[in-house]
């Protein structure tokens, strides 16, 4: 049979390509994984007995609302209004089983085959490999190491041509860690508002923001509703990715055409963890609060001590991840992941991942682990014979 030719044509799922690599590893002390973003800590056990209790009730088997159930829209549009200083109501947010499902459903909403969307570069492999299957020409925005990969408005406004249709912005970044200042997503905000294409913001990081403050002020500030596709995870923040939801937020215009997409993609969200988030999202908040406390602290550790490991450097941390230079210049990523994986027990994504041009980097999702995993680095990435 004969293959949809753009599918065939993007990468293959990186995460079980890497996992092969740490298959081999033989070493005494263990593995180190910092490959996937999986917090390294269970979700409370209160979590998990809600799910549980809705996953048993008949209402929880049955089908429910196509953009998710009204009582947690309306608790999750209270989150947003307060954390981002507007007032958002439920028609303004669909639930979805997942963020990376948010992105497929908000790009099939958006554009169509021939269009384009800017990303910048790197940028997280899903929304590439998506765009590539939809026809949709992903337009790179090299970002650089000495402006902590931070993207450029100016760059951006000369890639808008017609078919442009959004540009997606990822803050907190994966892969880089990079928070975006506030005052860089209004400047891409007006630009896009000013040229009538879409801003697409995916947050599924901000509950770690060590700063613990408003992303931007976009809902606060602007008309937001004709611009922003705002994206976020229940995946991290809860420990939860798999119980897949997500939530999109964005105008009642946006909401009512994905609904289409959504109806034939889902039909409705899980609803068991629904109804458990419902009760989470205030329940936690100080669950999620030491969290993100822990992970600062993993953050900095891992700063001092890889910054202290000869050939290796920190290119970029901010919250979740660090971007790091690994110390042999000119050889591909995936050759020094390989080796790190199936050498020293140490897992990682190869830069190349996120993009072209990235060889250079490693991608460490350092809040996987604890302190006393992170003190164990300066061994483990030593380059010594087997380098
Ligand atoms: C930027 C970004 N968006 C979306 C996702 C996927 O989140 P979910 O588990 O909600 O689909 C991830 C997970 O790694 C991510 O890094």
Redesign the pocket.
């Known amino acids: 049979m004969n293959l949809n030719p753009l599918l065939v044509g993007t990468a293959a799922p990186p995460i079980p390509a890497v996992r092969a690599w740490s298959a081999r590893y033989r070493g005494r002390e263990p593995l180190i994984d910092l490959s996937?973003?999986v917090p390294g800590y269970p979700p409370p056990p209160e979590l998990l007995a809600h799910i549980a209790a809705a996953g048993g009730s008949l209402d929880a088997a049955a089908y429910g609302a196509i953009t998710g159930d009204a009582t947690l829209r309306s608790r999750y549009a209270e989150e947003v209004s307060e954390l981002y200083g507007g007032s958002v109501s439920l028609d303004e947010i669909a639930i979805t089983a997942?963020?990376?499902?948010?992105?497929v459903v908000t790009a099939m909403t958006l554009a169509t085959a021939g269009d384009t969307v800017i990303l910048p570069l790197p940028w997280?492999f899903?929304?590439k490999m998506i765009l590539d299957t939809l026809g949709v020409e992903a337009v790179a925005l090299p970002c650089r190491a000495e402006a902590g990969f931070i993207p450029s408005v100016e760059a951006a406004a000369t890639l808008i041509g017609p078919r442009t249709r959004a540009i997606v912005l990822?803050s907190p970044n994966?892969p880089t860690g990079a928070i975006y200042p506030p005052a860089t997503i209004a400047a891409f905000a007006e630009l896009c508002a000013d040229r009538g294409i879409a801003l697409v913001i995916?947050e599924?990081?901000r509950d770690f923001n060590a700063a613990d403050r408003r992303p931007h002020d976009l809902i606060a500030e602007t008309d937001w509703q004709e611009t922003l596709v705002q994206?976020y995870?229940?995946?991290?923040a809860y420990c939860i990715?798999g119980h897949?939801?997500?939530a999109i937020l964005a105008g009642q215009r946006f909401i009512a055409e994905l609904t289409k997409v959504l109806d034939c993609v889902q039909i409705c969200p899980p609803r068991a963890p629904q109804t458990a988030l419902t009760w989470a999202i205030g329940a936690l908040s100080g669950w999620r609060g030491e969290n993100r406390r822990t992970i600062a602290a993993r953050a900095q550790s891992f700063r001092s001590v890889v910054s202290s490991i000869a050939g290796w450097s920190v290119a970029s941390i901010g919250a979740y991840f660090a971007y790091v230079r690994h110390p042999f210049p000119g050889r591909p990523a995936a050759a020094v992941a390989e080796w790190l994986a199936a050498e020293r027990g140490v897992v990682s994504l190869p830069a190349s991942y996120f993009g072209p041009r990235q060889e250079d980097f490693l991608r460490l999702a350092y809040a996987n682990v604890d302190v006393a995993a992170i003190n164990a680095l300066p061994e483990r990435l030593a380059v010594g014979a087997s380098g």
């Open positions: 996937q973003a997942g963020c990376n499902q948010a992105f997280y899903n929304h990822v994966n995916d599924t990081y994206l995870s229940f995946s991290k990715p897949r939801v997500g």
